[in-house]
């Protein structure tokens, strides 16, 4: 079966689709120059205009997507500088202690519950076709949506072609440079807007250029956003069904697995020298059972019995003991989301929170997330 992917023609399920290719148009550390401040703007407004290096980023990549080159031009001569872009793309202070506690406080709490509960039963029906057509299950949609946008709520108030231009032209010194990556998502916005017929300067987003209910950045909406429901449109802000279809095409596409766990109770080795050895690999798969019992970790029942790898996670707990999960791919599968085992953990336990409190739901989804003993 095919589907409408958004800025192409029919994409087919068989496909597997490689995820943000950066193109380089500049080399990176290369000293561009400052955004200009415009004559008809106002005092503390500063515009790219026609910059140099913005005028050779537009001609080759129009060059390679097809689009006009002087529309882009000018969409862009109109962006603005973001001082605020800037200061939060930068890594938070060094020395600050992660707490998962703190983190999964944020949100598994009363009334993203009630919302994503609400949120379910108005999306139940394509939730439920998504399930059956990729096997992911609806509580993990729903737990998505809830984490990244609190079922839109939380949509991001910044111009999307301000951010991209601020990060892409003027990547903020004191991390590594990412200018790159965000080229590359600049120049997906605009050949999705033109492909589209979008206007580029009334489209909003976060600081970082993503979109939607679901928070895609724009090249993951042109390579795996669908039209689920059949109108000939794919709508990210408001429409229901294609952001259900369009997260569950997300997950299918990275490898979920049917009835799969996303993870199991383990205790971890308790040599550091082993610890550290199983938890180098971060959060890829990497281990068997028999691996981890090698090591001296003890799986559950569960884990135990699992046939493929699995990653030794930690969830520092600030001063306190940290939390060990052993993830499975689909945990893994998570993190393509967001590569942060915290923001994984904390969708999963948002879904298993979602789904306790539906005495619907099927016990199929129940075995698909959620681990036999609570690991926190």
């Not at 697995?257 to 798969?285: C, K, N, W, Y």
């Not at 619907?360 to 681990?371: D, G, K, L, V």
Request: glycine share 8%; aromatic share 10%.
């Amino acid at each position: 079966m095919t589907f409408k992917v958004a800025g192409s023609a029919c994409f087919s399920l068989g496909i597997a689709p490689a995820l943000l290719a950066v193109h380089l148009i500049a080399p990176l550390g290369t000293a561009l120059a400052a955004p200009v401040a415009r004559a008809d703007s106002a005092p503390d407004v500063v515009t790219y205009g026609r910059r140099e290096d913005l005028v050779a980023f537009v001609q080759q990549a129009a060059e390679r997507q097809g689009f006009d080159a002087e529309w882009a031009i000018e969409q862009l001569a109109q962006a603005r500088f973001q001082p605020r872009v800037a200061q939060l793309v930068m890594p938070p202070p060094t020395g600050t202690a992660k707490n998962w506690e703190a983190y999964r406080s944020r949100f598994v709490e009363p009334q993203r519950i009630r919302e994503g509960l609400r949120w379910w039963q108005a999306n139940e029906r394509w939730l439920d076709e998504a399930e059956a057509r990729w096997g992911v299950p609806p509580d993990m949609v729903v737990a998505i949506v809830g984490v990244e946008t609190f079922y839109g709520r939380i949509m991001g108030s910044f111009k999307v072609i301000d951010a991209l231009a601020t990060l892409s032209f003027d990547f903020p010194a004191g991390r590594s440079d990412r200018s790159g990556f965000y080229r590359n998502e600049l120049e997906a916005f605009l050949s999705w807007c033109a492909a589209e017929q979008r206007d580029p300067l009334g489209i909003k987003g976060s600081y970082a250029g993503a979109m939607g209910l679901p928070q895609f950045m724009p090249s993951t909406l042109q390579k795996y956003a669908i039209d689920f429901d059949g109108d000939g449109r794919i709508d990210l802000d408001a429409n229901g069904a294609d952001v259900v279809g369009s997260v569950a095409h997300y997950f299918a596409q990275f490898g979920w697995q049917r009835d799969l766990p996303t993870h199991f109770g383990v205790t971890p080795p308790p040599e550091l020298r082993d610890r550290a050895l199983m938890l180098a690999p971060d959060i890829v798969p990497t281990f068997s059972a028999e691996q981890f019992a090698e090591r001296g970790a003890r799986l559950d029942d569960a884990g135990r019995a699992h046939d493929g790898p699995m990653a030794l996670v930690m969830l520092q707990n600030g001063e306190a003991e940290p939390s060990y999960v052993a993830g499975t791919r689909n945990f893994y599968v998570v993190t393509r989301y967001n590569w942060s085992s915290y923001y994984a953990m904390a969708v999963i336990e948002l879904a298993r929170a979602l789904r306790q409190m539906r005495p619907t739901a099927s016990a199929a989804s129940a075995a698909s997330t959620e681990p036999p003993t609570d690991t926190r």
